[in-house]
């Protein structure tokens, strides 16, 4: 039997706001591990990014990338993978995250979530759209709904889906 291995995962803070949340990196680190740990995902030897920043940071990505000038509460940029065949030594690049701290603090206060178990969702989900995962169709989103409770029910993250609708 193979062992697991996650993906080399780097969080970079980039907006002041997140230091009023000391344990948000370990937090992101642990969700990313579990989530990739349950999909079929190849994430040995794959790198990712997650970016932590404000509404503004996410609000400029959303404007660039998807043309939707707002913030949300978390984005995935997918990364292209070569065509042909990769060095045998090249680390697969799986993709980016960036999680805002404005829209994820006032979702988490307004659906009296722990901000942690709302952080630990999001990476999840955005980890879950790195690796082929979507939730434009109805049958998608079932899917994708589905694995992201089973995830977070190994972190002892209640369903967040309980009440209310999808993430965006």
């Known amino acids: 039997m193979t062992r697991f ?24 680190l642990r969700a990313i591990e579990a989530a990739a740990a349950m999909t079929d995902a190849d994430t040995a030897d794959a790198e990712l990014a997650v970016m932590l920043t404000d509404d503004a940071g996410v609000q400029t990505l959303n404007a660039n990338w998807r043309g939707i000038d707002k913030p949300t509460n978390v984005l995935s940029f997918p990364a292209l993978q070569p065509e042909g065949d990769a060095p045998d030594d090249a680390p697969k690049m799986l993709g980016d995250i960036a999680i805002a701290y404005q829209t994820t603090r006032r979702e988490a206060d307004d659906e009296g979530k722990p901000f942690d178990h709302h952080l630990s969702h999001l990476a999840v989900h955005g980890f879950l759209h790195l690796v082929g995962y979507d939730h434009e169709k109805d049958a998608e989103a079932e899917a994708m709904e589905s694995l992201e409770r089973e995830i977070l029910a190994q972190l002892g993250v209640p369903d967040p889906y309980a009440d209310q609708d999808r993430v965006n």
């Open 5 to 28: 291995i996650p993906p080399a995962t780097e969080v970079l803070i980039v907006a002041d706001c997140w230091q009023a949340e000391a344990e948000a990196e370990a937090i992101v």
